[in-house]
């Protein structure tokens, strides 16, 4: 499973992150249930979802007043289409593992819907696959190493502590001023880990990655009250067809959480103002707006 943690994610979680959480700890108003409250309280009436808020591939938040005030719609490219079926191949092959329906790579690959990802080919088939497998093999192996360590143990049980995940959770985000439905990756409920999932051909991090799991963070905090301080950028990638995983831990701090809110102002001042940033020097080529722009 993507969201397993290898022996050296393990020893940074719990030499380093988590020490480093309860030493410096984060102020309370900077925690998702202090909502009511500057700085988290939303200044605007304005619902934004999380991918705009945390994204910062439009260096002007450009992209923001095309979807929200202009309603222009975005152009599917390769890299989202393909971040899209791997995340649907993840969430599937968890599921039908957790139901114990055993549903066969073929039979999923049919159901997915052409309309939403256009492009889909037979190297995406391939990559979704590796994952597909990947996901499936790895959560029995678990499984069976827990069923082995309690033999007492109900099934119920052993499912539920193997593998912990609550994946794609729909929460709201109404309290901070989000989307009503937003879809977490991935939480794990007895670490108090965040996922967010990356997808590239080719393992490309960047510092803002980290504010997707820091604001679903918030989110899980204004709704269930108990803090989460450790997020997780999964990057997937591929080297010869076989899936590379790697990632990304660390403490979500109070420097990561004042930069998400004030991503969050700014992105929702464009909106609820009708301001158009302007364009930036050096757009990214892969844009879903670069044809609207340019
Ligand atoms: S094309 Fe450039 S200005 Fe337009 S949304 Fe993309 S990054 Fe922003």
Known sequence: MVYFLNEVDRKVLLNKLLPLAREVGISAELRGW????????????????????????????????????????????????????????????????????????????????????????????????????????????????????????????????????????????????????LSPDCYDYLRKIIFDVKVHESSEMEAWHRLYATGYALVLESIYETPIDVGCTVYISWRAKTPHIKRDLFFINEDLRRWWIEERDLKMEIVAQKKDPGTPNICPGECIYWDYCH
């Open 34 to 181: 202090s909502w009511s409250q500057e700085p988290i309280k939303p200044l605007y009436d304005v619902r934004m979802p999380m991918y705009l808020v945390s994204s910062k591939y439009c260096p002007t938040g450009r992209d923001s007043y095309l979807q929200l005030v202009k309603g222009v719609k975005p152009k599917m490219n390769y890299k989202i289409g393909l971040g899209k079926l791997i995340h649907g191949a993840i969430s599937d092959s968890f599921l039908s593992f957790l139901e114990r329906k055993e549903l066969p790579f073929e039979v999923w690959w049919t159901k997915v819907r052409r309309e939403e990802i256009p492009m889909l080919d037979e190297k995406m088939k391939g990559l979704a696959e590796s994952i597909w497998n990947y996901v499936h093999i790895s959560c029995k192996v678990e499984y069976e190493n827990h069923r082995m360590q309690q033999p007492y143990a109900t099934d119920r049980d052993i499912m539920a502590t193997a593998v912990p995940f609550l994946i794609e959770h729909k929460v709201t985000g109404e309290l901070l001023g989000l989307s009503g439905l």
